[in-house]
């Protein structure tokens, strides 16, 4: 069964700190993986798009790795800002196109 | 212009009541989808369409009635709904087949926020 796991559930830090939240999938035939943000009651917005042969990945202050041997993904969010505060999403997509989401982590930034 | 623009933003239905959600994209892109989101949980796919023909039902129970009468345009028609199925309602699209294809972005829109009383 395809699954994606995220850790932390949750996450608190301090606005300027840095943090990275985790993801671990068995999901195949592996095709790509995706981080999404998703502020509260909005929908979800695409922050990087990787597949197997890329293992890093950047976006302003968001940067993704991806290492496609042991099924881990990172998302690592550099001098936080309130506007970070929201669920992050990991996404992986098969061959076929079926995606499975991860749980989400909700991420928290206080001044 | 890469939106989806979702309406409306907020329904409130009772149980009785017949209303219809609607989607836009004017991306080219030629598969739409619908997804259901409670509250702290992730998106669960529930129709695909890909070139307005319908290509995934995951199950969805009768009371939900999907549409797509062109490329562009994407409907959830609701009849008799339970208060349990008020949830975000997200509508996605993207242009590389479904899912996207190997690299394809997944666009959302804002969602249709449904209460069923």
């Known amino acids: 069964k395809n699954q994606v796991e995220q850790s932390p559930q949750s996450l608190i830090i301090l606005e300027g700190k840095n943090c990275t939240l985790q993801?671990?999938?068995?999901?195949?035939?592996?095709?790509?993986l995706r981080w999404y943000k998703q502020d509260t009651g909005r929908g979800p917005v695409s922050l990087t798009i990787?597949?197997?042969?890329?293992n890093t990945k950047s976006n302003g202050r968001y940067t993704a790795t991806l290492d496609a041997d042991t099924k881990q993904s990172s998302l690592h969010i550099t001098a936080s800002q309130l506007s970070d505060s929201a669920s992050y999403i990991c996404?992986?997509?098969?061959?076929?196109?079926?995606?499975?989401f991860g749980q989400g982590t909700i991420l928290t930034v206080h001044p | 212009d890469t939106e989806v623009t979702q309406t409306p933003k907020h329904l409130v239905m009772g149980m009785t009541n017949k209303k219809s959600l609607k989607c836009e994209q004017h991306?080219?892109?030629?598969?739409m989808y619908w997804y259901k989101q409670k509250a702290k949980k992730p998106p669960e796919l529930m129709f695909v369409?890909?070139?307005?023909?319908?290509?995934i039902n995951e199950s969805v129970p009768s009371r939900f009635s999907p549409e797509c009468p062109n490329s562009s345009l994407l409907n959830l028609h609701l009849h008799a709904l339970q208060p349990e199925d008020s949830a975000l309602y997200l509508c996605?699209?993207?242009?590389?087949?479904?899912?996207?294809?190997?690299?394809?972005?997944?666009?959302f829109g804002e969602g249709s926020r449904l209460t069923v009383l």
């Open positions: 996404v992986v997509g098969t061959s076929y196109g079926k995606l499975t």
């Open positions: 991306m080219g892109h030629r598969a």
């Open positions: 369409y890909s070139y307005e023909k319908l290509s």
């Open positions: 990787m597949t197997f042969s890329e």
């Open positions: 996605a699209s993207s242009q590389g087949g479904i899912g996207g294809g190997f690299t394809g972005e997944l666009f």
């Open positions: 993801c671990n999938y068995t999901v195949s035939p592996f095709s790509n």
